[in-house]
């Protein structure tokens, strides 16, 4: 699970697992009780100007969850 690793945006999950539905993947492991937050953060893009973004960010107390979602074969694949 990417989210394990460290923050990361819809576009990093969307690039890394092909998937549309980011944030419908957040809200099931949501449901399936990992605790998952939403952070905003700004930057800029390639023209100057300033852009807000979220990442997802896993807490680690989450973590041992996680893993046994992971052992589950709907996440292992």
């Known amino acids: 699970m990417l989210l394990m690793k460290g923050p990361q945006s819809v576009r990093d999950l969307f690039n890394r697992v092909?998937?549309?539905g980011?944030?419908?993947?957040?809200?099931?492991?949501?449901?399936k009780g990992l605790q998952i937050d939403t952070v905003e953060r700004k930057t800029h893009d390639k023209?100057?100007?300033?852009?807000t973004y979220c990442v997802?960010?896993?807490?680690?107390k989450s973590h041992r969850l996680a893993f046994r979602l992971l052992a589950d074969s709907e996440y292992a694949g």
């Open 47 to 51: 023209d100057g100007r300033l852009v």
């Open 22 to 31: 980011v944030p419908q993947l957040i809200a099931s492991l949501r449901a």
């Open 56 to 60: 997802y960010v896993l807490h680690r």
């Open 18 to 20: 092909c998937a549309n």
